[in-house]
Nanobody, 114 residues
Framework: QVQLVESGGGLVQAGGSLRLSCVASGNIFSISTMAWYRQAPGRQRELVARIFSAGSTNYADSVKGRFTISRDNAKNAVFLQMNSLKPEDTAVYYC????????WGQGTQVTVSS
């Protein structure tokens, strides 16, 4: 059973930065696709960024040029560097691991004040 633990959320002013981390248990991390999702109050959960096992990435249009996803297979960790944060980035951010099976973390709150 895979467990994902996120950290790094918090309160930041608009224009600021945060770095989210997600550490996974188990031994399938290096072959898994990792992703960050977010869910704002009253809205559906949405994909923010994804990184495949070979290292290729894709991003939601709303975060392109501001967010960067990366991974460290030696540490079973995935990161989300968030720069130039906006109030509309406020949400609970979730880490997801795919392959085989789909696993979610418990989420970490990111609040961006204007």
């Amino acid at each position: 059973q895979v467990q994902l633990v996120e950290s790094g959320g918090g309160l930041v002013q608009a224009g600021g930065s945060l770095r989210l981390s997600c550490v996974a248990s188990g031994n399938i991390f290096s072959i898994s696709t990792m992703a960050w999702y977010r869910q704002a109050p009253g809205r559906q959960r949405e994909l923010v960024a994804r990184i495949f096992s070979a290292g290729s990435t894709n991003y939601a249009d709303s975060v392109k040029g501001r967010f960067t996803i990366s991974r460290d297979n030696a540490k079973n960790a995935v990161f989300l560097q968030m720069n130039s944060l906006k109030p509309e980035d406020t949400a609970v951010y979730y880490c997801q691991q795919t392959g085989p099976g789909i696993y979610w973390g418990q989420g970490t709150q990111v609040t961006v004040s204007s």
